[in-house]
């Protein structure tokens, strides 16, 4: 079974400045995809970015970019100019596509960002 | 954001009770999952569908039941809830593709059970 591990829970970054979030997950499959997803107080978890296992080239969106080291099995993600609207939990995801194409999410624990002013 | 839909947001019951967290989404999507999340933990899938009446058990138990009459909507039933389904419950869809497509959430249903 695939697991996900983020090993920090916590992290806090000074607005303006980046910050690097960690994962890494173990898997014996050699194709499938990465997400990060961000979670907002009480509001909706939606998705920062995700990242194909058979793409070399690392996933970049505006600010946020990820560093996939697939022999490593590492995947993190970089947050440039950090804004207070930032301050969240990030959850690294795995996805999985078991025998009759669902396709189910394993997660890491978590990690919640401070964003200071 | 998705145009994924979760009521109640908050529910505070009684041990025993029957309750039904519905979710609807409006963008076609054949798959839907449920997740449970407790406070600062990961998600765990409870259940999953493919399409209409097709339903199945994620990875991790739940006493919970599913339904899939309509593409739109997968409502979690609790029969007779206890204080250890007290959690957050996440609705989530995705459309079908080979290649693979981002799944999206609802806000989520919180749920205490006293």
């Known amino acids: 079974a695939q697991t996900v591990t983020q090993s920090q829970p916590e992290m806090s970054v000074q607005e303006a400045e980046t910050v690097t979030l960690s994962c890494t997950y173990d898997?014996?499959?050699?194709?499938?995809?990465l997400f990060w997803y961000k979670q907002p107080p009480s509001r909706q978890m939606i998705l920062v970015i995700r990242?194909?296992?058979?793409?070399?080239q690392n996933a970049t969106e505006n600010r946020f970019s990820v560093n996939f080291q697939k022999a490593a099995k590492s995947f993190s993600l970089k947050i440039s100019d950090s804004q207070l609207g930032d301050a969240a939990m990030y959850f690294c995801?795995?996805?999985?596509?078991?025998?009759?194409?669902?396709?189910?999410?394993?997660f890491g624990k978590g990690m919640k960002l401070t964003v200071n002013p | 954001e998705a145009d994924i839909y979760q009521t109640p947001r908050y529910l505070v019951i009684g041990t025993g009770k029957k309750i039904t967290l519905e979710c609807s989404q409006t963008m076609g999507h054949d798959k839907m999952y449920w997740y449970q999340q407790d406070p600062g933990m990961e998600l765990h899938l409870i259940h999953y569908s493919y399409g209409v009446n097709s339903t199945e058990k994620g990875d991790l138990s739940s006493e919970s039941t599913v339904s899939r009459i309509r593409t739109e909507h997968f409502p979690l039933t609790l029969e007779s809830a206890r204080p250890s389904h007290t959690s957050q419950y996440l609705c989530?869809?995705?459309?079908?593709?080979?290649?693979?497509?981002?799944?999206?959430f609802g806000e989520g249903s919180w749920l205490t059970v006293v």
């Open positions: 989530a869809s995705s459309e079908y593709s080979p290649s693979g497509n981002t799944i999206y």
């Open positions: 898997t014996s499959e050699s194709d499938y995809y």
């Open positions: 995801a795995y996805r999985s596509v078991t025998q009759g194409g669902s396709e189910k999410l394993v």
């Open positions: 990242q194909e296992a058979y793409k070399q």
